[in-house]
Nanobody, 115 residues
Framework: QVQLVESGGGLVQPGGSLRLSCAASRSIFSMNRMGWYRQAPGKERELVAAITSGGTTNYADSVKGRFTISGDNAKNTVYLQMNSLKPEDTAVYYC?????????WGQGTQVTVSS
């Protein structure tokens, strides 16, 4: 079993930045992949960014060049640095971990981009 706890969401103006954190209950290197998803009202949950245990990253086209995913194994934490935020980035952001055949989710953190 893996517990994931997100933090760092909030209200930010367009063009601003936020850093989301996802603290895992075990080593992130033990995960095949960790990622961030988001879900806006009335829309399906979508992958934003992911990082494998080998350090390979991938991003949704809509966030490339603005968001960066990274991990700190000493802290069992994955981060999502979000820059140049846009109103369309408003959503609940969820941390996700894939370990073997099992997938785990955090409770989500709200990000609102508005002036």
């Amino acid at each position: 079993q893996v517990q994931l706890v997100e933090s760092g969401g909030g209200l930010v103006q367009p063009g601003g930045s936020l850093r989301l954190s996802c603290a895992a209950s075990r080593s992130i290197f033990s995960m095949n992949r960790m990622g961030w998803y988001r879900q806006a009202p009335g829309k399906e949950r979508e992958l934003v960014a992911a990082i494998t245990s080998g350090g390979t990253t991938n991003y949704a086209d809509s966030v490339k060049g603005r968001f960066t995913i990274s991990g700190d194994n000493a802290k069992n934490t994955v981060y999502l640095q979000m820059n140049s935020l846009k109103p369309e980035d408003t959503a609940v952001y969820y941390c996700n971990a894939l370990r073997g055949l099992n997938m785990y989710w955090g409770q989500g953190t709200q990000v609102t981009v508005s002036s």
